[in-house]
């Protein structure tokens, strides 16, 4: 094969059509305006129309709402209050890590509760991991802590962004101490920095605090459990597909 062929071939057309190929997948799965889905899902509950709002633990939804914590920022003006599957479209979730293969109630099993706030580029995430992300001595994998930490990092630093989405560009994650499983955690991310199509964020998850009282909490926890900086960048492409809304 003529040197240069093969240099473009490798360097050009295999990359082109690999993203071509994993984009065209996406898309595939993307629901039509009617909401339809093109995948079976596994689950018999949801194949019944159910969805992750009513599947969730709701035991734990409604200890959340209690929380002090939770409390103090639904009151703080600067913080919206969402679900992460509003962020996801209908007909996707079930091909989401969080909303489909990982969802039910011994995985994550409540629908994360996110308060944002935009202008001082923060968030704050309540999940619940339960027992079925556990290993053999009952305590949470180093991979799910990762993909959630990735995950909510790279959402706190989206609108910092010129087309407000991005891709990982280096992660690092430090592992305190191990996560019991069946426990609800908190996830803490803020943006230290960002220019141009770059932007640093750090974050930690920590246990949910005991009680509201802050010297309390002070004395006996809460607990941190990992601690991690993102780095999210926005390749100079993501503008030529701007009015495809797949990220």
């Known amino acids: 094969m003529n040197p240069t062929a ?45 969805s992750n709002l009513q599947l969730q ?24 209050h969402s679900l992460q599957s509003h962020k996801i479209p209908p007909g996707h979730r079930a091909y989401h ?33 339960g027992k079925d992300l556990g290993n053999e001595n009952g305590k949470i994998h180093k991979g799910v802590l990762s993909l959630i930490l990735d995950e909510a990092l790279c959402y706190c630093g989206f609108p910092t962004l010129p087309s407000k989405r991005g891709v990982t560009a280096k992660l690092d994650i430090q592992f305190d101490k191990d996560i019991p499983a069946d426990s609800t ?15 640093v964020i750090e974050g930690t998850l920590e246990s949910l605090p005991r009680v509201s009282n802050s010297w309390i909490n002070a004395l006996w926890g809460p607990s941190q459990y990992a601690r991690a900086k993102c780095i999210l960048v926005e390749p100079k492409w993501f503008k030529y597909i701007s009015w495809l809304n797949v990220f």
Request: hydrophobic share 40%; charged share 25%.
């Open 6 to 50: 093969a240099i473009i071939g490798k360097g050009l057309l295999l990359p082109a059509f690999g993203f071509t190929l994993g984009l065209g997948y996406f898309i595939k799965a993307w629901p039509d305006e009617a909401g339809s889905m093109t995948l079976q899902d596994s689950d018999s509950s949801r194949k019944r129309g159910q």
């Open 57 to 80: 633990r709701h035991d734990v939804v409604e200890k959340i709402a209690r929380h002090g914590l939770y409390q103090k920022l639904m009151k703080d003006p600067n913080f919206d």
């Open 97 to 129: 890590v969080g909303q489909g293969i990982l969802f039910g109630p011994d995985k994550l099993a409540i629908d994360p509760l996110i308060l944002a706030d935009t202008k001082r580029h923060e968030v704050v995430i309540f999940y619940h991991l």
């Open 185 to 199: 955690v908190v996830l803490r991310a803020r943006v230290s920095e960002f220019k141009g199509r770059k932007c």
